[in-house]
């Protein structure tokens, strides 16, 4: 059934600043990090169930994937469950998945054609087998696609990540494939769900809280954040757009000297 909070918004059209760059294409960050958060909040204040706040994420979450293609960012990160967001009621919960498998049965055809890539990052084993399925189709259909990738951080908790790194190169020394000596940061970059991509350059989080709430603790060694106070479901490619320009504007120094 269509539920009527369905119909309450619609996106705004698009505007000339969206359809351009926000800096040269040199300056654009290659991997941006985003923890979409305030959807309840959203919801709440319209006087909504939470169910049409994370909706309204959706739609959000659909319009920063175009613009990050758009704008030839390379490596979109999205932290859409976290291991922690088991603690919420199951209907909640039961939606998020519902609304996991609506988006990449709807999206999978444009993904595609965008030549977007998926990843998963965490343990989809322990998500329903139906939407275990539909991840699975959409690995599938974009696994030979070389454009932007985009990685959707489920069931995902960086300590966890972090554990398991160490785990596998244990397993590894038990072995006596490698010795502790070897161990060194690529190693353990190689051993994280994030292999073989760069640390995202930008992290982006809304609604307003200034914390990092376990997610790619290792990867955002030197990465600029940038806070911003709309809930999710209000981000726009106006806010991503800002967020990028703040970015640019930043000194990265990496502990160097200017
Ligand atoms: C945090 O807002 C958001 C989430 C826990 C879910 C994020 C999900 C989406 C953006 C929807 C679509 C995702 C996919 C992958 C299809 P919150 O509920 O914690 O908000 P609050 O802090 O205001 O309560």
Redesign the pocket.
């Known amino acids: 059934m269509f539920p009527v909070w369905k119909g309450v918004f619609r996106r705004k059209r698009v505007g000339r600043i969206e359809a351009d760059r926000p800096c040269r294409s040199e300056e654009i960050p290659s991997h941006v990090a985003l923890i ?7 919801a ?1 204040k319209r006087a909504l169930p ?1 169910a049409a ?3 309204a ?2 739609l ?2 659909r319009d920063v994937i175009r613009a990050a293609d758009d704008w030839g960012i390379k490596v979109l990160t ?5 291991t922690e ?1 088991w603690k919420r009621p199951h209907h909640e919960i039961n939606y ?1 998945w519902q ?2 498998d ?3 049965q709807l999206d999978i055809g444009e993904l595609v054609a965008r030549n977007v890539h998926i990843r998963i990052l965490g343990e989809p084993s322990q998500l329903p087998q139906a939407t275990q399925v539909t991840i699975a189709r959409a690995l599938e259909s974009t696994k030979t696609c070389s454009g932007l990738v985009v990685q ?1 951080a ?1 069931n995902y908790g960086s300590r966890w990540e972090i554990v398991k790194a160490v785990q596998h190169i244990a397993s590894r020394i038990q072995k006596n494939e490698i010795a502790v000596a070897e161990i060194d940061e690529d190693m353990v970059s190689n051993a994280m769900d994030t292999a073989g991509l760069p640390d995202p350059d930008l992290l982006i989080r809304t ?1 307003g809280d200034q914390r990092i709430s376990n997610f790619l603790l290792w990867q955002i060694a030197y990465s600029e954040f940038v806070f911003v106070d709309v ?2 479901p209000e981000f726009t490619r106006k806010h991503f757009y800002s967020a990028i320009q703040a970015f640019v504007a930043r000194e990265r120094r990496f502990g160097g000297l200017k």
Request: charged share 15%; proline share 0%.
């Open positions: 979409m958060d305030g959807n309840g909040r959203w709440r939470r706040g994370h909706h994420g959706m959000a979450m999205l932290y859409s469950f976290s967001n998020l609304l996991v609506e988006f990449f959707f489920l609604a809930m999710w």
